[in-house]
């Protein structure tokens, strides 16, 4: 999927980017004698490694991310309050020693540290090409018109993997090899509207090609002394993402006539040196003649490692202070993520490199904020599909998370009367998965198994996403794929829903329901029926206790999570508030909604809203209940609304809204024609 002038409005540009390293310097001899094997490998010269920074003793994850945005702030003119979007873009969750967090979302946090109060926040996952994908999405809203500003971060500590590496790696041959190359850091990008200047995004693309997404995976270790660890077929994974790559390089450029010698510098994702020579070569033989010369390529490997989601945003700094980027320059931006994600990017810098080395702000203002309207071409549900296991329709008990997917997209596409090839966007919203795989994104695993193809030799393209933001996520994955279908970036999108929750031995409170939901989404052609518009917001700063957490004890890996109920007390309040919004935002009046699609909420609190709630509490639709009464989480709206379409409750032309909720205290809401 690419954005390529998908709407007449301007595009974005890079109004500052922020950079946070860990103080901690770790060299490349260093790591290999940290080893419990011996290792008599040349690693240092096969990646071109030297050194990296590693955090992990005073911050980790989410600090790094803050770092580098307060970092990105100081030289914008943009304030944090005139944020319109807030994506947190980081594979890495580890927030302490011992726990990584899955509730609140990443973004939630920061929105809270930094005080980017009125920005629509949510996490973005795709591994390495998560921040990109954040971008992407982003600069698609700006050139609609529909933000003016938005900020991609990432905060990835993953040197742990190396440490649990070091642990467990048995030869030179071994899978988690790749561990050893890792470096912390934090990156943040503001964007914002392009002016009347040479500066901005050209072109932004990137595709998934599913199939190839079991050459790289990492998740919680099985060994007793616990820990990440990342398992790599390095050649695989190296021959099939530099083919896909440089094929989607070639049919971008070559639909914008150009070709890599219109570029004045090359940055690529940050892996290995031999990794990048052979994208060069590649490029090379594909166009027959030398059109990428080495002494262009950003190289930032020696003095930082492979930094995941930050490498392109690190390297572009780096290269600006010391004078190998100038004000001018024209950049082309290779990405390269496991998955197989690849994808493309062309940008002409205006004076951000002159405003890296200067510390000077830029001179770019927030415009004033514009009312938003009902969308006159809504965006239709044109079918739900759901999976609960142990049910006729669902999937069988006990199913993992990629077949409650499977169950619940093939429902959905049946229902819709299509194709997997007909989808062009396949986003998953699901916070809780088998095996708490942390990449590559679990819709990229979904695309490779289920039929969804990208590749170069395909004759379309699936982009694939992980989207996460507790119970809200669903509601999120529609408004982004809706936002994108209206951008032009897309034509048909699947947001599914999964959650397979690993409780802890002996929780107690609610547990996530074990199911699963697709919606496919699609311009509605009668321009009648399909979401009108959604609003979403923080209502509270989240209590610390309440949340979940990844967590480990003598190789079980389980999920503890507190405070479920009482955070569904405390959201439930401001519902009515949150939707008193949406309805002025799009001039309704509370009595012409037909009924309200909630949140799941436990009955006392459920019934506490509809009893305190005028007019629209004695209209919120009961959603079916689980077989065992779990909590539905991000599965709840669309049963929610596939029951109240099916019910006979409402007919063409009534208008339902539907909220959604997080344990971060963010509430959404959207406006719905059936």
């Not at 954040?134 to 003016?148: P, Q, T, V």
């Not at 830029?362 to 809504?378: D, L, M």
């Amino acid at each position: 999927m690419s954005i390529q002038a998908a709407t007449a409005g301007a595009g974005s540009v890079i109004d500052s980017i922020g950079v946070a390293l860990p103080d901690r310097v770790m060299t490349t001899r260093e790591v290999l004698d940290g080893c419990r094997s011996r290792l008599e490998l040349p690693l240092e010269q096969t990646t071109g490694i030297v050194s990296r920074r590693v955090a992990g003793d005073v911050e980790y994850a989410l600090d790094l991310a803050t770092r580098a945005a307060e970092d990105c702030i100081s030289r914008s003119s943009i304030g944090l309050g005139d944020v319109d979007l807030l994506i947190s873009a980081s594979i890495s969750r580890v927030d302490s020693p011992d726990r990584s967090t899955y509730e609140p979302a990443a973004a939630t946090g920061l929105r809270h540290r930094l005080g980017c109060d009125r920005a629509w926040a949510f996490d973005v996952t795709n591994a390495c090409a998560g921040q990109f994908t954040g971008i992407y999405f982003a600069d698609a809203l700006i050139r609609a018109g529909e933000i003016d500003s938005a900020l991609i971060v990432s905060g990835e500590y993953i040197s742990h993997l190396m440490r649990t590496a070091q642990l467990e790696i048995a030869d030179e041959l071994d899978a988690r090899i790749a561990c050893l190359t890792l470096g912390d850091a934090g990156a943040a990008v503001l964007l914002t509207r392009a002016d009347d200047g040479p500066g901005g995004f050209d072109h932004i693309g990137i595709r998934t090609v599913g199939r190839y997404h079991t050459l790289c995976v990492a998740g919680p270790t099985d060994r007793p002394h616990g820990g990440v660890i990342m398992k790599t077929d390095m050649m695989g994974l190296a021959a099939a993402g530099i083919r896909e790559m440089v094929a989607h390089t070639q049919q971008a450029l070559k639909a914008m006539g150009l070709s890599p010698v219109d570029f004045d510098r090359f940055i690529p994702h940050q892996t290995s040196a031999l990794a990048i020579q052979a994208a060069v070569r590649r490029t090379n033989k594909v166009y027959g003649r030398v059109v990428l010369d080495e002494r262009d390529v950003i190289n930032n490997l020696p003095r930082r490692g492979n930094t995941a989601t930050t490498s392109h945003t690190v390297a572009l700094r780096d290269a600006s202070l010391d004078g190998r980027i100038r004000t001018g320059d024209r950049v082309l931006f290779e990405v390269a993520a496991s998955g197989v994600n690849v994808g493309t990017a062309a940008y002409r810098l205006d004076g951000l490199p002159d405003r890296l080395a200067s510390g000077i702000r830029s001179q770019r203002t927030a415009p004033p904020r514009r009312r938003p309207t009902p969308w006159p071409h809504p965006v239709r549900a044109v079918a739900i599909g759901l999976a609960e296991p142990g049910t006729e329709a669902g999937a069988a008990a006990g199913a993992t998370t990629l077949e409650l997917i499977g169950a619940a997209t093939g429902d959905c596409l049946r229902r819709a009367g299509a194709r997997a090839s007909d989808v062009d966007l396949l986003i998953h919203t699901g916070v809780y998965r088998t095996g708490m795989i942390a990449e590559p994104a679990i819709a990229a695993i979904a695309a490779g198994e289920l039929g969804f193809d990208g590749s170069a030799t395909a004759t379309g393209e699936v982009l694939a996403f992980d989207v996460t933001n507790g119970a809200l996520g669903m509601l999120d994955g529609c408004r982004i794929a809706a936002e994108l279908i209206r951008a032009g970036a897309a034509g048909t999108a699947v947001v599914v829903a999964s959650e397979v929750e690993q409780r802890e031995p002996g929780a107690t409170g609610p547990a996530v329901a074990r199911y699963g939901s697709a919606v496919l989404l699609r311009l509605d052609p009668h321009r009648t029926s399909g979401f009108l518009g959604f609003h979403s917001r923080s209502v509270a700063v989240p209590a610390p206790d309440r949340g979940a957490w990844a967590m480990q004890d003598g190789g079980l890996n389980f999920i503890r999570a507190t405070g479920r109920t009482e955070s569904a007390s405390a959201y439930a309040e401001h519902v009515p508030a949150v939707v008193a919004e949406l309805l002025d935002r799009m001039q309704v009046r509370p009595d012409a909604i037909r009924t309200v699609v909630p949140p799941w909420l436990p009955t006392p609190v459920e019934r506490r809203l509809r009893g305190t709630w005028p007019v629209l509490g004695a209209r919120l639709a009961t959603l079916p209940s689980t077989s065992d009464g779990t909590d539905l989480f991000t599965s709840a709206m669309p049963v929610g609304l596939r029951a109240v379409t099916a019910g006979g409750g409402v007919s063409p032309g009534d208008l339902v809204v539907v909220v959604g909720a997080s344990t971060g205290m963010e509430i959404g809401a959207a406006l719905y024609r059936i």
